[in-house]
């Protein structure tokens, strides 16, 4: 099962675009990238998920490199409301399904 | 709002009682899955019902356990609860049954469970 790395913690001035990046080398010709964030306790939130192609919706862009061996979330205009831990997630087999599993992510703290 | 609900938002309760947690899953999802996220262990995956059977199970101890109501809401049960349990307690939904190029899954706001 394909496994992801994130660096531990970053930061973003407001109004600044904020680049996450996301390490998954391991990552198997049909798993799709989900990312997550997490505001403080809260319950995760679905951000966007891609499988080769770039993506994005009204949150937030994916792009994944051509090997598809890592990715970057991008949040185009950061906000202080985007200060929360953020997810880059494959799902992982678990008997006969494949399960969103969570690593430790990415704090990110946006900053005035 | 994810479309996903959990009761109760906040559970106090001593050692050696039982609990019962509540999920309804989003209109139309199959799927429901429960996670454990404590300060020490992130989130922990501990098992998934599709459609009222249970599909895939993780980290979860014997003390606890769960079922899918043919409504599809679901409830997980908590017993002989030790301190370490404390934590909190997300369901999550999804309309796939887990394949891998499934669909993406939304989370409650959790139940925040503290053990005295």
């Known amino acids: 099962d394909a496994k992801t790395t994130q660096p531990t913690s970053m930061d973003c001035a407001e109004g600044r675009a904020a680049n996450l990046p996301c390490n998954h080398s391991?990552?198997?010709?049909?798993?799709?990238v989900y990312w997550y964030r997490q505001i403080h306790s809260q319950g995760p939130q679905y951000i966007i998920h891609?499988?080769?192609n770039n993506e994005t919706n009204e949150m937030a862009s994916l792009i994944i490199t051509e090997d598809r061996k890592s990715s970057t979330l991008i949040l185009p205009h950061a906000t202080l409301r985007d200060t929360a831990v953020y997810y880059c997630i494959v799902r992982a087999r678990s008997g006969g399904s494949y399960i969103p599993t969570f690593g430790r992510g990415t704090s990110l703290i946006v900053h005035p | 709002d994810s479309g996903v609900t959990q009761t109760p938002k906040h559970l106090i309760t001593a050692t050696g009682q039982r609990v019962t947690l509540r999920c309804s899953p989003r209109?139309?999802?199959?799927?429901v899955y429960w996670y454990q996220q404590s300060l020490d262990q992130g989130l922990q995956f501990l098992i998934q019902?599709?459609?009222?059977?249970?599909?895939a199970k993780g980290n979860i101890l014997e003390r606890f356990s769960a079922q899918q109501f043919p409504d599809l809401h679901s409830e997980l049960n908590l017993s002989s609860l030790e301190l370490g349990d404390s934590a909190l307690y997300f369901c999550a939904s999804s309309s796939g049954q887990g394949d891998i190029v499934d669909t993406e899954a939304f989370f409650g706001q959790g139940t925040r469970l503290t053990v005295v």
């Open positions: 209109s139309g999802d199959l799927s």
């Open positions: 891609g499988l080769k």
């Open positions: 019902y599709y459609n009222g059977e249970e599909r």
């Open positions: 391991t990552i198997s010709g049909n798993e799709y």
